[in-house]
C-alpha cells in the first residue's frame, strides 16, 4: 500500500530527551521549528477519484501521518511544498475533525474525508500561522492537506473520493 522513500539530503537534527511512559523510559525525540523543519518524506501515493465516472482526476505523492506525534506536528515549521506532495493524516475514530495553522506557513486546502473515503468537506486556510480552527462539516476519518488552490486547480470537490 505505501511505497518508502527516501531523501538524499542530510540534515543534522537536534534531540531532546523525553518520558514515554511511567517507568520513565527515554525517548529520543527530533525537536523542529523553524530552524530546523522536518523533511517531506514520499510515504506513497494517493489518488483523487470522480464521483460520478470513477475517473482518476489527480495523483498526489504524501507523507502519512499516523501517531499522535506526526498528527500533531502535520505540515507545521516548512516554509513550501511541492505542487504534487501532501499529507494524509490518519485518525482511528470518525469523529468532526477540527485542523489549525499554528505554526504552519503553508496556505493550504484541508480535505476531509469519511470512512467510505468520500470527500465530505474542504477548507480553504489561507490564514496561515493562525489558531483559526477548521472543523470538518460531517465526520472524518482522514484529512488531506495540499497546497491552497489545489482543489480548484485540479477540479476536487466533495463528493469525490480518495484511493491510497
Known sequence: MHSCGESTKRTEHRADTIPVDHHQRELKQTVYDFDNPPEFRKDGELLFI????DDVKNKLNVEIASTDFQRQMGLMYRAEMEHDFGMLFLFDREVIQSFWMRNTK???????VNSNRQIVDIHSAADTMSNTS????EP???VVEVNLGYCEKHNINIGDRINF
Open 134 to 137: 477548521y472543523p470538518s462539516a
Open 140 to 142: 472524518a476519518i482522514y
Open 106 to 112: 503553508i496556505p493550504l486546502d484541508i480535505i476531509y
Open 50 to 53: 470522480e464521483k460520478e465516472s
